[in-house]
Structure formats: C-alpha cells, structure tokens
C-alpha cells in the first residue's frame, strides 16, 4: 500500500510540473500573438496608406523622360 501511494504521489508531482510548464509556454505563446496582432494590424494600415498614395497621385506625375534619358 506504501508503495502505491509513494507512485501515487510522483504521479501527481509529474502532473504539477508539466501543468506549471503548460501555464508558462502558454504565456509566452500568448504574448507572441498579441506582439503579431499588433505588427499586422501596423502592416495592414501602412498598405492602406500605400494603396491610397498612389491611387490620389496618379494624376500628379509629370509625363517627363527620366535624367538617365
């Protein structure tokens, strides 16, 4: 009986450190995302600006042969 409990116990202890890893890689992993979301949505709006400078300058560029000409 001794032993079964002893195993018992280790199992649980086992059980208790992965847990603690699990908490901590999901941590980590969840600032990652939040770190990416952040960088997307900073692309996603510098595309935006992009997009519309050159859809508004269209017009504006002078028909001129370039220096190298």
Same mark, same amino acid.
């Given at each position: 009986m001794n032993k079964e409990l002893e195993t018992l116990q280790k199992q649980v202890i086992d059980l208790? /450190?992965?847990?603690? +890893?699990?908490? &901590?890689?999901?941590?980590?992993?969840?600032? /990652?995302? @939040?770190? +990416?979301?952040? @960088? /997307? &949505?900073?692309? /996603?709006?510098?595309?935006?600006?992009?997009?519309?400078?050159?859809t508004s300058g269209q017009g504006e560029v002078p028909n001129e042969k370039p220096p190298h000409y």
């Open positions: 208790e /450190i992965k847990y603690a +890893h699990q908490e &901590d890689l999901v941590e980590q992993l969840n600032k /990652i995302v @939040t770190k +990416h979301e952040f @960088t /997307i &949505d900073k692309l /996603i709006n510098e595309i935006r600006e992009l997009k519309l400078n050159s």
